[in-house]
């Protein structure tokens, strides 16, 4: 390939560098991820994602945005790290992401940026248009929400290249290692990914939303036990509608081999007060509620 000018070499090595390390590595420790591992003893082929809970705001980042802080935390699924906190004493492995979600989102394939954020533009034959980069919701995301454009002016190319190696890989190099793990020990992994929601506007009520891509990431034994689980303790559950299941459900379910993978979506509202996005008095139920659903699935895990 003849590249002519020093940019497209380096963009073309930065490429490969990402192509050349498909998160198959082993996790290692990094202030971006926070992995929470059970006791050897206690460990089952169970493991979490909270891939929007960050909330440590780098200050470079606050610095380059022009959104107050209450509107960056509105596009975080706030908290859901802490209604898992007790999973580890349940048997189960917990990856979760430090930064915020309006940073850098790992629920999306790296190669999915928005050419036009940066100077110089990116080149797009290396990338992938999809509807949500289109929307400003890429892997480093334009907006928070539509017309709330976070950045001025583009950002420059290399801070591209520092956000997908020393965060989103990191993140995946965790979840995969985690699960290659737990399927050497196991024989089967299953990964829950779970995320919050605004409330739904439907009439029917709907706390949960349980995505499995239709059918494609985990056994309809798995999406029976967990909707079961929910809605014994007076949960409103429906299945992939209007969240089927995103990147990381689509990468981590596997089901030839034996690793199932299932998208949680809680609605904000059986936890948060909408307007502080703090904990509201229903917070501790649903933990619990939480905790509860996990130990029975430990329990019951031959069967899924």
Request: aromatic residues 8%; charged residues 20%; glycine residues 4%.
């Amino acid at each position: 390939m003849v590249f002519t000018s020093a940019y497209e070499l380096w963009q073309a090595l930065i490429v490969k560098k990402i192509q050349k390390h498909p998160c198959t590595s082993t996790a290692r420790p990094s202030s971006a991820v926070g992995i929470h591992l059970p006791s050897c003893r206690n460990r089952t082929p169970f493991l979490l994602s909270s891939p929007h809970s960050g909330r440590n705001y780098p200050q470079d980042f606050l610095d380059m945005t022009v959104l107050p802080m209450a509107e960056l935390e509105r596009m975080e699924d706030r908290f859901t790290d802490q209604l898992l906190q007790h999973a580890p004493e349940n048997g189960w492995s917990l990856v979760q992401a430090l930064f915020p979600r309006s940073f850098c989102d790992v629920n999306r394939d790296w190669r999915e940026l928005d050419a036009t954020m940066f100077s110089p533009p990116l080149l797009e034959k290396d990338l992938i248009l999809s509807t949500k980069v289109s929307a400003g919701y890429g892997v480093i995301p334009r907006c928070t929400s539509p017309g709330k454009s976070i950045y001025r002016y583009c950002l420059p190319l290399e801070e591209a290249g520092r956000r997908l190696s020393q965060y989103w890989e990191p993140y995946h190099a965790a979840l995969e290692q985690t699960q290659k793990t737990l399927h050497e020990q196991f024989g089967a992994s299953i990964l829950l990914d779970i995320h919050s929601m605004p409330p739904l506007a439907q009439s029917r009520p709907c706390d949960i939303v349980l995505g499995n891509r239709h059918g494609k990431t985990c056994s309809s034994e798995l999406i029976n036990t967990v909707e079961q689980l929910f809605t014994e303790r007076g949960y409103h559950v429906q299945r992939n509608t209007p969240y089927s299941g995103g990147y990381i459900t689509g990468r981590y379910g596997r089901m030839d081999q034996n690793q199932q993978s299932l998208q949680v979506e809680i609605n904000r509202a059986c936890y948060l007060n909408m307007q502080t996005l703090q904990p509201n008095r229903h917070f501790p139920k649903l933990q619990q509620d939480i905790t509860d659903i996990l130990s029975k699935m430990t329990r019951s895990h031959p069967a899924l």
